[in-house]
C-alpha cells in the first residue's frame, strides 16, 4: 500500500489550496480515506474523510464549511479543497486509509499513511 500526498504550499489568509492523496494497493471498495493535520507538540488531529464506496463524508467542526473531501475513481485518488484559509489551518496535513468506518475520528482507525504535506497560511 501507498499513500502519496502533495499539493502543500503558502498562501495568504482567505486563500485556497487543493491537496491530493494518491492510493495505491488498496482493497477500494471497503477502504475509508481520511485527513488529518499536525502541528509541532499538538496531537495529530481529525480533518476530514470519505468512504470510497458511497461517498460518505465526514468533517470536523473547524473547517466544515470551508473543506471538501471527494474521490476520483479513475485516479485512484483523494482531494482535499481547502476554502478561506485561517492561520490556524496551519500543519502538515496526513492522508490515511483504513477499513473500518467505526471511530474514523481517530488517528488508529487507520493502517496507512501518507508522507504528510505542509500547509502554511499566513495572516
Known amino acids: 500500500v501507498q499513500l502519496q500526498a502533495s499539493g502543500g504550499g503558502l498562501v495568504q489568509a482567505g486563500g485556497s489550496l487543493r491537496l491530493s492523496c494518491a492510493a495505491s494497493?488498496?482493497?477500494?471498495?471497503?477502504?475509508?480515506m481520511g485527513w488529518f493535520r499536525q502541528v509541532p507538540g499538538k496531537e495529530r488531529e481529525f480533518v476530514a474523510r470519505?468512504?470510497?464506496?458511497?461517498?460518505?463524508?465526514n468533517y470536523a467542526d473547524s473547517v466544515k464549511g470551508r473543506f471538501t473531501v471527494s474521490r476520483e475513481n479513475a485516479k485512484n485518488t483523494v482531494y482535499l479543497q481547502m476554502n478561506s484559509l485561517k492561520p490556524e489551518d496551519t500543519a502538515v496535513y496526513y492522508c490515511?486509509?483504513?477499513?473500518?468506518?467505526?471511530?474514523?475520528?481517530?488517528?488508529?482507525?487507520?493502517?496507512?499513511w501518507g508522507q504528510g504535506t505542509l500547509v502554511t497560511v499566513s495572516s
Open positions: 490515511a486509509a483504513g477499513d473500518s468506518g467505526l471511530n474514523y475520528y481517530t488517528p488508529v482507525a487507520y493502517d496507512y
Open positions: 494497493g488498496l482493497a477500494f471498495s471497503r477502504v475509508v
Open positions: 470519505i468512504r470510497w464506496s458511497g461517498g460518505v463524508t
